[in-house]
């Protein structure tokens, strides 16, 4: 049997065919006629067949007794696990259980999970990890334009004239994407601004090297030159914007040559590109999470969407705001309300919302008080967390400050982890619950670009592994609430997600075995929607400019560095999945501290040395190696479980998206002495 399915890793969501016989997959091919990756994948999407069919996979559920894990059946798991909710439930009310919904399971499992938290729980205390990547784009983006996604689609990418992108290393983190938007090259010109002179300015017409955390002074700068050039679309402002006057004026009190002095920009560049992109007609941004892990990223998304206003470049073809994602289906898991402060939809937690969700589920009672956050729950624990239920989340390696994570995770009263393998977060669970994988489940994915695509099951999960949403069902009809879930398919569910999410309100899985659908589509789009904002921003008609700010960093001496995270080409976030793969591993086995040459040479650092780096929270020791980085600034891969560089980094949230600063901590660099070094 051969069915079509979806490349679980990034949020280009490539198109897969997986062959499989008597229930076991042989062969994960490229689909050749997928619309987007018409026959292509990266590295990491070519290994699949081996993550799929890994041994170390879980297949029975486990009880955690102390030192080693005991395999108990699904009846005992589900009846404690629904046993432990009830109670904690009963004696510190609903709100002291949180969950972790995953962005690598389907729509239709995320539906379930924060249908689970509102109806079976009774909490709003559900988030995903899009907290930690792409929260301030989340809030950002919809606040002023309407919607929380990419404005234009990654084929519409390929007709732009000229692409800037700031923050991201597509080239690595989504090379099949980059690959599409940056053909006929002879049309277009791809500036890089970035930290780091990675693969994608390797490959860009213009780098600007920027230094860490001053985006937000660079874009500003840009209005600035474009205002005092009068190169701003006037008519654009005039008949689609607000707030511009207010706007204009506090970009005035900016000064050009302190930006260019704090951004490291020269003045000359600033005006050059500034030009460049107000005067192209095929304009568009593309970004990452280099300037959204910050703990003032949301100022920066606010200074790019300023930018597309004030020309123009938004809701037409080329152009627009275009946040890559991370993983999967991390569109798709907040479009399904797996957030702590919307219903599915984003359905703001209004009175009429509880309404509505009311009338489509049928219960009588509902929560409207905003939940916590990711972070915000674990440093709930123990006061006001005490059960966490964490689906396909690692946090033991992708959270800031690892070392207190963990001693958090030991506090709690009980865990539960549901996931394919057993990560480092699930050898902390008191209960470990065997998932299916992409491979062995039917329902849907949303990629980057809002394209929700239908994936099919080819496989039988390992052992006695379930799919998600079937052990979601299980554990709620244990705690009585087995009708508000009584699902026999992924297609009944996706039938209620339909009424409950307008975007999706003009699909079927009927459509998408045809093809897939790019959200909104409704009545009014039934094929689905390339471009957002061709006539109006969401439900608004006008979109607000927001005076710009900045929040300047302060220096500290004794951490006289600034580190930064970065990915693999080779390795996805955790290396749950990635580090699975024997060849993956050996061709980057660990990591290495990138470092500019300048800096390693005032403290005598050569390369391939082992240094300490070290900040206020914790320490880690890594090789070094010279890379084009902006003085004063390394940077560390966070796939390695063996160095666990998250524990360096402090909690600092975004104020207002609560994203933690993963992309911007203190540190110092330390040789170790050799005398060290052979004790080691
Ligand atoms: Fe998978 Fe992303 Fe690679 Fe495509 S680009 S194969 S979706 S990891």
Redesign the pocket.
């Known amino acids: 049997m051969i069915v079509k399915s ?9 198109g897969i065919e997986i062959e499989s016989k008597n229930g076991k997959v042989l062969k994960i091919l490229p689909q050749k006629d997928h619309p987007l ?1 018409k026959g ?7 290994f699949l067949k081996e993550v799929v069919n890994s041994k170390e996979r879980l297949k029975f559920p486990l009880l955690n007794k102390g030192r080693s894990f005991k395999k108990i059946s699904w009846k005992e798991a589900i009846n404690l696990v629904a046993e432990q909710f009830s109670r904690i439930k009963k004696t510190y009310g609903s709100n002291s259980i949180g969950i972790f919904a995953s962005t690598k399971c389907t729509n239709e499992e995320n539906y379930l999970l924060q249908k689970f938290a509102r109806v079976a729980i009774g909490t709003n205390n559900i988030d995903n990890p899009t907290r930690l990547c792409h929260a301030p784009t989340s809030y950002g983006l919809y606040q002023v334009l309407g919607n929380s996604a990419m404005t234009n689609s990654y084929e519409d990418l390929s007709e732009s004239e000229l692409i800037l992108i700031f923050g991201d290393n597509p080239a690595l983190t ?4 980059f690959e599409l938007i940056s053909k006929e090259r002879e049309n277009k010109e791809i500036v890089v601004v970035d930290v780091k002179k990675t693969e994608t300015a390797e490959k860009a017409d213009d780098f600007l090297m920027i230094k860490p955390n001053t985006d937000v002074l660079f874009l500003v700068g840009m209005a600035k030159v474009i205002l005092e050039e009068n190169l701003e679309d006037q008519e654009f402002i005039k008949k689609r914007t607000e707030g511009f006057e207010n706007f204009k004026e506090k970009v005035k009190s900016f000064d050009l040559k302190e930006i260019s002095e704090l951004t490291g920009i020269k003045e000359e560049k600033i005006r050059e590109i500034s030009r460049k992109y107000a005067k192209t007609k095929k304009a568009a941004i593309v970004y990452g999470m280099g300037i959204t892990q910050q703990s003032n990223s949301l100022e920066t998304i606010l200074a790019l969407t300023n930018l597309v206003l004030l020309t123009g470049h938004v809701g037409k073809p080329g152009t627009g705001l275009n946040p890559l994602r991370g993983c ?1 289906n991390v569109q798709g898991c907040c479009d399904m309300g797996c957030l702590p402060n919307v219903y599915p939809g984003y359905s703001s937690l209004t009175e009429e919302t509880i309404k509505k969700f009311k009338k489509i589920w049928k219960v009588n009672s509902l929560p409207i008080s905003k939940g916590l956050s990711l972070v915000e729950m674990v440093e709930a624990i123990p006061e006001r967390i005490l059960g966490l239920y964490v689906v396909g989340v690692n946090p033991l390696i992708s959270f800031p400050d690892l070392n207190r994570i963990e001693r958090d995770f030991k506090n709690l009263e009980f865990l539960v982890v549901q996931d394919i393998f057993l990560t480092e977060t699930a050898e902390l669970a008191d209960v470990v619950l065997p998932s299916a994988c992409f491979a062995e489940k039917t329902g849907t994915f949303t990629n980057s670009e809002r394209r929700v695509q239908l994936i099919q099951k080819a496989a039988k999960p390992p052992g006695k592994a379930l799919e998600d949403w079937k052990i979601v069902k299980l554990i709620a009809k244990k705690m009585g609430f087995g009708k508000y879930f009584n699902f026999k398919s992924p297609e009944q569910i996706f039938e209620e997600i339909r009424k409950c999410v307008g975007i999706y309100s003009g699909m079927s899985y009927g459509k998408l075995k045809k093809k897939s659908l790019q959200w909104p589509c409704d009545k009014e789009n039934p094929n689905g929607t390339k471009i957002l904002y061709g006539k109006s921003f969401g439900k608004k008609e006008k979109a607000v400019f927001y005076p710009p700010t900045f929040t300047r960093k302060e220096f500290n001496e004794d951490f006289p560095f600034v580190l930064t995270t970065f990915r693999f080409l080779e390795h ?1 976030n955790t290396g749950s999945m990635s580090r699975r793969v024997e060849f993956l591993k050996k061709i980057k086995p660990e990591a290495l501290l990138e470092m500019n040459e300048e800096d390693a040479k005032e403290l005598g650092i050569k390369e391939g040395e082992k240094v300490k780096v070290i900040s206020p929270l914790a320490e880690v020791e890594a090789k070094v190696k010279f890379s084009h980085i902006c003085k004063g600034c390394v940077a560390l891969p966070f796939h390695f479980k063996e160095t666990k560089t998250n524990k360096l980094i402090w909690r600092r949230l975004d104020p207002v998206s609560k994203i933690p600063s993963l992309k911007y901590c203190y540190v110092r660099i330390e040789k170790i002495s050799k005398a060290q070094e052979k004790n080691q």
Not at 40 to 46: A, D, H, Q, R, V
């Open positions: 979806i490349c679980p890793y990034c949020g280009v969501g490539c990756s292509k994948l990266c590295i990491k999407g070519s989504q090379p099949v994407a999967n996805y």
